[in-house]
């Protein structure tokens, strides 16, 4: 794993953790401007979750990193993303971009978050495709 710094985002929650991990996968962006990209292709994706709260959980975590990594390694390490349910729909907002496949980590993370009693938020996901190219994801409204 490549030591890095990542973007922060601002917030005003007690608890911060950030979880980094990779996976490998293949894909393809079946759209006549992707160039290259149409034929499928793998990554070692390089991912960094950051997770945020107030209150912890009952083990004294605000989430287990150990989760946290299991959920994405699970559903995506070696296969291929557009086999996914999430990208499976052939509109271009579900082809497995950098951009669609951070935003759709975040979704699962924090529909795992959602399940905990301490209701912790996932406030950014950092996907790296490349050495050269990456993807921050945050969404746009956090309520606490």
């Known amino acids: 794993m490549m030591q890095q710094i990542y973007p922060a985002a601002t917030h ?8 980094d991990f990779h996976f490998a996968a293949a894909h393809y962006i079946a759209h006549a401007d992707a160039g290259k990209c149409k034929q499928t292709h793998g990554h070692t994706y390089f991912a960094n979750i950051t997770i945020v709260g107030d209150e912890l959980g009952s083990t004294g ?17 070696h296969g291929v993303l557009n086999e996914d349910p999430a990208f499976s729909n052939k509109q271009s907002e579900f082809f497995p971009t950098t951009e669609v496949i951070a935003r ?9 978050l959602n399940t905990l009693q301490n209701k912790p938020l996932c406030l950014q ?18 309520d606490k």
Not at 61 to 77: A, Y
Not at 106 to 112: G, L, P
Not at 125 to 140: A, I, K, M
Request: hydrophobic share 35%.
């Open 61 to 77: 975590f605000l989430v287990n990193f150990k989760t946290v990594k299991e959920l994405i390694e699970r559903r995506f390490d």
């Open 12 to 19: 005003d929650y007690s608890f911060e953790i950030n979880k």
């Open 104 to 112: 759709t980590i975040y979704e699962i993370i924090q529909d795992h």
């Open 125 to 142: 996901v950092y996907l790296r495709e490349t050495p050269t190219s990456y993807c921050v994801y945050r969404p746009r409204k956090v």
